[in-house]
């Protein structure tokens, strides 16, 4: 079975900072998708960065970007110029390309402070 | 365009009783998955549903039953509740037919069994 593990509880960056969030994964497939999804107060996830497995390049999105490290089966975020909205709970998370296999598997989280 | 909206935003139940929980998905969409997020834990996979069958399910006991509408809504049942069901319930939509389709959640439904 699969497992993600997040192993830094909370995290806080000065705002205009970098910040790296780190995640590992457990997994015998060779193919699969990882997120990260930030959850603010409103607990409403919203995803932030996906990379397929396949894809050595890793992903970018604007501020965001991730760190994949297929061998050592680690996804890591990078949040530059951090802002105050940035502040919220941060999960990764793993889903499978077996067919059949919809559900998505998350970490316990990393609370990101950002200090003004 | 609306989002996923998911109903009640909060519950309070006691312990025996049963609930249903509510989610619209995003327009368009015809996938929906609910998730049970416990405190300090992160969204756990309850079971998903499209054209109205459960076509996967997490390791979540048979108290735990859903139902997905034509129109694509879903409700999420929970029979018998104990302590330990109360959680933050989330609802996640998705189109099937998009290449890499991505999930998108509602704000939850967050329980409290007494």
């Known amino acids: 079975a699969q497992t993600v593990t997040q192993s830094q509880p909370e995290m806080s960056v000065q705002e205009a900072e970098t910040v790296t969030l780190s995640c590992t994964y457990d997994t015998s497939e060779s193919d699969y998708y990882l997120f990260w999804y930030k959850q603010p107060p409103s607990r409403q996830m919203i995803l932030v960065i996906r990379?397929?497995?396949?894809?050595?390049q890793n992903a970018t999105e604007n501020r965001f970007s991730v760190n994949f490290q297929k061998a050592a089966k680690s996804f890591s975020l990078k949040i530059s110029d951090s802002q105050l909205g940035d502040a919220a709970m941060y999960f990764c998370a793993y889903r499978s390309t077996t067919s059949g296999t919809y559900k998505y598997i998350f970490g316990t989280g990393t609370r990101l402070k950002v200090l003004a | 365009d609306a989002g996923v909206t998911q109903s009640p935003t909060h519950l309070i139940k006691t312990r025996g009783q049963q609930v249903t929980l509510r989610c619209s998905p995003k327009s368009g969409h015809d996938t929906v998955s609910w998730y049970q997020q416990a405190l300090g834990q992160g969204p756990q996979f309850i079971f998903q549903y499209y054209e109205e069958e459960e076509r996967q399910r997490g390791n979540f006991p048979d108290r735990f039953s859903g139902h997905q509408f034509p129109n694509y809504s879903s409700e999420l049942n929970v029979n018998a509740l104990l302590l330990g069901d109360s959680a933050l319930y989330l609802c996640?939509?998705?189109?099937?037919?998009?290449?890499?389709?991505?999930?998108?959640f509602g704000s939850g439904t967050q329980l409290s069994v007494l």
């Open positions: 990379q397929e497995a396949y894809k050595q």
């Open positions: 996640a939509s998705s189109d099937r037919t998009v290449l890499n389709e991505k999930l998108f």
